[in-house]
Nanobody, 125 residues
Framework: VQLQAFGGGLVQTGGSLRLPCTAS????????MGWFRQAPGKEREFVAA?????????RYADSVKGRFTISKENAKNTIYLQMNNLKPEDTAVYYCAVTQILWSYVDEARRYNKWGQGTQVTVSS
């Protein structure tokens, strides 16, 4: 499966962006999907994940709870990361990824085996 993330850009503090991530084929029934980010000089960190089940169970990092929303659109093989009330500390390259490991580990980057190319998000103060 190939993943492509896009939609990044420059936005002011308090602004919003929506990042789509499109898969090359149907993945939602077989994979959990996640968003991670990596700022310069820092390790890649978990942002959000959505479960492969039909309910679409989600999980978020504490730093983005209440501001970011992950969702999926099965017909388009696409997940989205809606980011509201952006802060300068959200500045990073954002990556989407897929995994088939236990849901308990979806916040661990090393558990993911396929990654998109990343899209830059810059939030100005």
């Amino acid at each position: 499966v190939q993943l492509q993330a896009f939609g990044g850009g420059l936005v002011q503090t308090g602004g919003s962006l929506r990042l789509p991530c499109t898969a090359s084929r149907r993945v939602f029934g077989n994979y959990d999907m996640g968003w991670f980010r990596q700022a310069p000089g820092k390790e890649r960190e978990f942002v959000a994940a959505i479960n492969r089940n039909g309910v679409g169970t989600t999980r978020y990092a504490d730093s983005v709870k209440g501001r970011f929303t992950i969702s999926k659109e099965n017909a388009k093989n696409t997940i989205y990361l809606q980011m509201n009330n952006l802060k300068p500390e959200d500045t990073a390259v954002y990556y989407c990824a897929v995994t088939q490991i236990l849901w308990s580990y979806v916040d661990e980057a090393r558990r993911y085996n396929k990654w998109g190319q990343g899209t830059q998000v810059t939030v100005s103060s």
